[in-house]
């Protein structure tokens, strides 16, 4: 079946950049996602891509989309400690349809 | 404007019991779909719902059912309880099309305890 993959963990320090990877084996994907999930919390979408594209630039996010090695990366520049949260990338094969998640990325970000 | 409302935040139930989870979607969204999440793991997909009608369901047994209302709201029942039940039920709101923008607004969850 469909996987989706990221590595668990990732440490960085305030104001430093954080990169957040995942892959997928579905290339019928339309659609890639990025959402933030605090403790306690439901999951907050932070942005998304779509799969004709290779970059997403919005704001402190950067979004890479490398669809021949279905890789998407996540970096958030100057990150600060409230960033500090689990992300998961998930992705979509039509508007409407199931998204599939990864099992998320736990980032610390050390003051 | 509220986003997706779930209730209750939490429950305890006993073994073999049998739970029912509420959700209101987002305002203008008519697809709600339910994940489960175990701790530590991303959500897994349960089913989604859309028109009234189930659209889409994942890997789970017959145990897990649900149901949309012509006001579009939802609710996931869970029979004959097991301890591997126990996670967070997340629900989210969408539309088929994706005109209110795309992805799933999601809900801050019930956390459902099985003892």
């Known amino acids: 079946g469909e996987d989706v993959e990221q590595s668990l963990f990732l440490s960085v320090r305030e104001g430093d950049s954080s990169v957040i990877n995942c892959t997928y084996t579905d290339s019928s994907s339309t659609y890639l996602y990025w959402y933030k999930q605090e403790p306690g919390a439901g999951l907050q979408l932070l942005t998304y891509?779509?799969?004709?594209?290779d970059m997403k630039q919005d704001q402190r996010l950067t979004v890479l989309l490398n669809k021949k090695d279905k890789h998407l990366s996540l970096r958030i520049a100057d990150t600060q400690t409230g960033d500090s949260a689990i992300y998961f990338c998930?992705?979509?094969?039509?508007?409407?349809?199931?998204?599939?998640f990864g099992g998320g990325t736990r980032l610390m970000v050390k003051p | 404007d509220a986003g997706v409302t779930q209730s209750p935040t939490h429950l305890i139930k006993t073994r073999g019991q049998q739970v029912t989870l509420r959700c209101s979607p987002k305002?203008?969204?008519?697809?709600v779909s339910w994940y489960q999440q175990a701790l530590g793991q991303g959500p897994q997909f349960i089913f989604q719902?859309?028109?009234?009608?189930?659209?889409q369901r994942g890997n789970f047994p017959d145990r897990f059912s649900g149901h949309q209302f012509p006001n579009y709201s939802s609710e996931l029942n869970v029979n004959a309880l097991l301890l591997g039940d126990s996670a967070l039920y997340l629900c989210?709101?969408?539309?088929?099309?994706?005109?209110?923008?795309?992805?799933?607004?999601f809900g801050s969850g019930t956390r459902l305890t099985v003892v």
């Open positions: 891509i779509f799969s004709n594209m």
């Open positions: 719902y859309y028109e009234e009608e189930e659209r």
């Open positions: 998930a992705d979509q094969y039509n508007a409407g349809n199931m998204l599939t």
């Open positions: 989210a709101s969408s539309t088929q099309t994706g005109r209110e923008g795309y992805g799933y607004t």
């Open positions: 305002s203008g969204h008519d697809t």
